[in-house]
Each structure stands twice: as structure tokens, then as C-alpha cells.
């Protein structure tokens, strides 16, 4: 493969180093891929050695980037390093705006065994080509690649070899580098073969190969819409090294593309223009009446109030129609009807409590017929005799009394409870007579 061919202006940046703590100067091309490395041996020499003779320093370093002046770096600059041991890689693509416009990145190294740092700057001279950027341009997604691995300029030259072979054109060179992260993709699983991925823009001068449209035929579309593989010809010259997603491939001919232009305003010098002095407000200010907001706010509302509380209230407490007009307007012969159910269910209710018969034994008094003692009944006088059962239960022990009963031989006693006999508060001794057996 003629590689040289391939990275003609694409990645070798000329590099001037100077004495220690000097600038650093790139000239990269606009429309093509910039990468710089930021090495931690030569930043080693920037702290000191340690204290044992004959100890391999390796000291864990990490690297801060911006631009002078401002907390973060450019749009178009990443910067990557995995670890604190291994070197971090600044990479991006400049466009047309920032040329002739040379941009200083401070990168402060910070050694986190002595706690020391060490700053020099990067100067980035931005240079213009004719020839880019290349008007036909392909975004290919690797998945077994991360993006500090593409950045290595052998596995860079390889993919871009395997690319030209498929494609042959005249010029071709990588335009842009970007991690599957920085796409919205997920970080994968702590295994040693997965990797997040990564997209690579490349750009040539011809038009797109077969291979390369083979991605845009119905049966391929069919297969990636089914989330499968597409049938694409020349897959095996990347599939030793490159694990291609082919269904995430772009074409974009730029020539084709319509530019859209917005209109926006010149930018001023940011001075507000002199518009004289503030003159401040009289003091003598005119005095205002609120009274008319007194009435809209407070007077108004509590006068429509007041009148919905009088005709409510009149509603209901002066229209209403009462007993005397409720009997006007019912028939008379309702009315006696009414009347006479109701003299009927009292009359009924009187003679129930007045009725002269016999209680049942077990709502009488219970007395002892020896001592004569006298236990109150279970019910006073005034209870309702028309809801009394006829029979209690024996539950109320403490108005029941056990007297002995005679037997026909013997010296034996049997106990029998009885409960003394009244009608209406007189002792019926007939009743006591038969409770007794005597």
C-alpha cells in the first residue's frame, strides 16, 4: 500500500521545541484532522527526580487544557487521557472561521506525587488549503476501536489504506475523529473486548465506489431496518483489523449540499452609546386620590355582597311556608285520618301501662321466706310492659336467691330458686303457695 501518499498534509504538523518552559508551535490545515500528543516524558523533566538513586520515575501525571484566557478549550479541540500513566492526545478538525487566527491552549501538567505542576502553551497556526476540504466525504462507525486507539497514527494509516484501496482516489486524508460517547453512546461493559467505539470522516476527490453504495440498496436497508448485518462486498479488507457498523455509514457530497444562511445582526463594540446625563425624577411629585380605587376595590364588592346576603336570607327565613300553611293546602279528610292514627297509637300506649293482670314470675320481686328480706324488682314501675319478654334469663344472679326445698325422706336439702310474687306491688300469697309446693 502507498501510505505515504495517503498522509500527504494529513496529520505530520510541524512542530517547533524550543528551551524548556517555551511555546510550542503546530500549523495545522483547516479541513483536516489535527492530533497532538501530549508526551508525559517530556513533561518528566519538568519535576523532580526521586530521592533514591537508580529509581525508575514513573510518576502518575495528568493534564489540564484550555484556552488562555478562559476556562474551557475551542468547539472544534477535544482533548482524551484514560489513565494518570498514559499520555493525553489533543485532536479535532479547525474550519475555515479560525484561519489566520492563531489560538494558544495553556496545558498545565500536574504530577500527583509531588503535587507540583508545570504549564507550557500551545500555539495552533491555523493554515489555509486550497484542495480541502474534499467534496466527497464518508463517516464510517468502527466498533472494536476506542478513540485514543484510532489516534495512533499506525492504526490511523492502516484504516485509511484499507479505505483507499476499496475506494481509489487520487487524495484522500481523515477529516474528523469522534468517540461514540460524544455521540450519545453508552459506556460499555467492563470487558476487555468491548470498546465504545468511534466515527471516522474521511473526505477524497472522486465519487463514491460500488462498495461503498452497496449500503443504500432496498434489500440492505430491509436488513438494517431488522437490525442484521447488510451483504456489503468488500467488507472482508476491513474485518481482519476494523469491525464496521456499515448500517451507520454516511455519504455526503458537498457539492450537492444547499448552504443555509442565517442573518445575523453586526456585532457592535459592546459600549452603550452616550446618551447624556440621568436625570432623576422630581421631587415634587403631584399627589394622587385613591378614593376611586377605593370604591372599585372594597366599596363595590361589599355593597354586591351585602345585597345577595339580604335576598338569601330573605329566601329563607321569611318565606317560609310552616305548619299552618302546610295544613291550608292538605285535604280536611287527610288531616282527620292523620289525626285519629295518632289519639288511636297514644290510647293504645296508655291502656298497655294501666292493664291489670298478672306479671310473669319472672319480672316479680324476689323475697326469702324465712328472714322476709325483700329483693327489688328487675324492673321499675314506669318500664314498658309491652316490651318486656315473658321469660328472663337467669343471668342476673344477684337477684336470685337459693332456699332450701324439703324432701320426702331424709335429712337432704335441695336448693331452688324462686322470685316473690307480685301485681302491682301487692304480694300474691297464692302464687308464693305454688312456688313453694307447701
Sequence with gaps: MAL?????????????LSKSHADRNVYPSAGVLFVHVLEREYFKGEFPPYPKAGDTSNDPITFNTNLRGFPDRPGWLRYIQRTSHSDGVLYGSPTADHVGKPTIIEITAYNKRTFETARHNLVINIMSTEEFPLPYQAEFYIKNMNVEEMLASE??????????????????????????????GRVP????????????????????SSCLREVETPQ???RCSQEMEPVISCDKKFRAQFNIDWCKISLVDITKVVPVHSNRPDPGTGVLPDIGEYNPPSESLKSRDYFADFLITLAVPSAVATVLFIILGYSMCCRREGVEKRNMQTPDIQLVHHSSIQKSTKELRGMSKNREISWPLSTLPVFHPVSGEV????????????????????????????IPQQQTSGDNYCMSTFRRL?????????????????
Excluded: C
Design 4 to 16: 505515504p501518499d495517503v498522509f500527504v498534509g494529513l496529520i505530520v504538523v510541524v512542530t517547533i
Design 155 to 184: 492504526v490511523l494509516g492502516d484504516f485509511l489504506g484499507a479505505v483507499k484501496n476499496v475506494w481509489q482516489p487520487e487524495r484522500l486524508n481523515a477529516i474528523n475523529i469522534t468517540s461514540a460517547l460524544d455521540r450519545g
Design 189 to 208: 461493559l467492563p470487558i476487555n473486548d468491548l470498546k465504545e467505539g468511534v466515527y471516522v470522516m474521511v473526505g477524497a476527490d472522486v465519487q463514491f
Design 220 to 222: 440492505n436497508q430491509l
Design 375 to 402: 329483693v327489688p324488682p328487675i324492673h321499675p314501675d314506669n318500664y314498658e310492659t309491652t316490651s318486656m319478654p315473658l321469660m328472663q334469663t337467669q343471668t342476673n344472679l344477684q337477684n336470685q336467691i337459693q
Design 422 to 438: 307480685e301485681v302491682n306491688g301487692i304480694p300474691e300469697e297464692r302464687k308464693v303457695a305454688e312456688a313453694l309446693n307447701l
